[in-house]
């Protein structure tokens, strides 16, 4: 009787043995399951970050790109207004010479002051808007200034998602020594 009592035991542990085995081999089938559906997650959210941080930085050296293009043509239009401020002293002057040319004419004296003054005036709003220009050129200097510095920060992120992705790989690694990967 104790042979079959013997025989039973090793059957019970056989049969425990073998359940405890299956178990097992589905709790790693499930772990591995798991484990690559992490990857995958991972592997996708690098990539958004890895495209959007492309995208970003793009469109930041478009925008820099437009400034610099944009103060170029404020500069040349700050030159075009400074000679047509010359041009109108140059013609307030001459304005001033023809009336003391025609002073036998009252009439026309009288107009040619008018015109001399609206040309004060003229020249006055055109130096007004040269300096209106000079200030905008500034002020596109400081944009220009804070792409670049925009830039400087894309930059960094683009480091930052860089450093996540290596810290993501770094804490993968005890997940891709379990031995049933």
Known sequence: MSENNSTVLI???HTVTTEFERKMQEEQRIGKAIA???NNFIRTVIILFAVFSVYLVTQAYSLGTDVKHLAGSMVEMYKHFGEMSKDM?????SVVHM???VQTIPMMTSEMGGIVNSVSVMKKDVKTMSTDVFVMDKNLGKITHGVNSMAKHFIHLND???HLRINVKQM????????FM
Do not use: F, Q, Y
């Open 160 to 162: 930052s998602v860089n």
């Open 36 to 38: 690559d559906k992490t």
């Open 89 to 93: 002293g140059e013609m307030t002057n």
């Open 99 to 101: 009336s003391k040319n």
């Open 11 to 13: 059957n019970a542990l």
């Open 172 to 179: 993968s690694v005890p997940v891709r020594k379990i031995p």
